[in-house]
């Protein structure tokens, strides 16, 4: 059997709540092979978001091991976990999170920028424009370059999230409840787009608690008492 592209083994995750600690992730096991596309299902508060962000390297796990391509993320530099989190991983979100005061063009080639000094930027600036609107061109957005976040509706800021994420072709898409603050169907739009880059090779682990939206995965597993069950 090939290696996976994501593997987590036994993650344990708790956080103290008052006096007493709160065990959300109790042994969570999850291989993600390249090029598939798994949702995660479960009740709110079951754990979702917190093996999403460990899985991205976003936090941190108490016990057991996350690898991405043979490699164990608690073992590697702190720069290592930058690189990934920034290239290797592109996160979507329910509330998009996109800054106000920049255009649609400026926050999907925001990515670019991270970590590029003054002068790689003067250098690479231009590249790194027009590869953002390649993908607003892929999402449907290229007509909207200019506008800002408040000026477009809930379904074209989630495009924008997603090609925020994609701007420096990750290998992993890490997507928290895409569909989560859309009526239903925007939601629809939103998991076309994802199926369309699915279709392209782009490898998906988004976590939800819509059956209907989860079912356009390629694969289902549940989320239940910190343990990932496969879907019957």
Known sequence: MSSPLLEAKG??????????????????DLRVEAGEFV??????????????????????????????????LAAQ????RETYRNHDVGFVFQF????PE??????????CMVGTSTLGWFRGGSAARDKARKIMDTVGLSERARHRPKELSGGERQRAAIARALVNQ???LLADEPTGNL?????????????????AGQTIVMVTHDADVAARAGRSVHLVDGKVEACR
């Not at 978001?49 to 991405?68: E, K, N, P, Q």
């Not at 530099?77 to 290592?80: T, V, Y």
């Not at 920049?102 to 990515?111: A, G, K, R, S, Y």
């Not at 239903?184 to 076309?192: C, D, Y």
């Open 39 to 72: 949702a995660v299902m479960g009740a709110s508060g079951s754990g979702k978001s917190t093996l999403l962000h460990i899985l991205g390297a976003v936090d941190t796990l108490d016990r057991g091991s996350v690898t991405f391509e043979g490699n164990e």
């Open 183 to 199: 009526d239903a169907t925007t939601g629809k739009g939103i998991m076309a787009v994802l199926e369309q880059l699915h279709a």
């Open 102 to 111: 920049l255009n649609l063009l400026e926050n999907i080639f925001l990515p």
């Open 96 to 99: 998009y999170h996109l800054l």
């Open 11 to 28: 993650v344990h995750k708790s956080y103290v709540m008052g006096r007493s600690p709160v065990h959300v992730l109790c042994g969570a």
């Open 170 to 172: 990750p290998k992993l």
């Open 77 to 80: 530099s702190n720069g290592w």
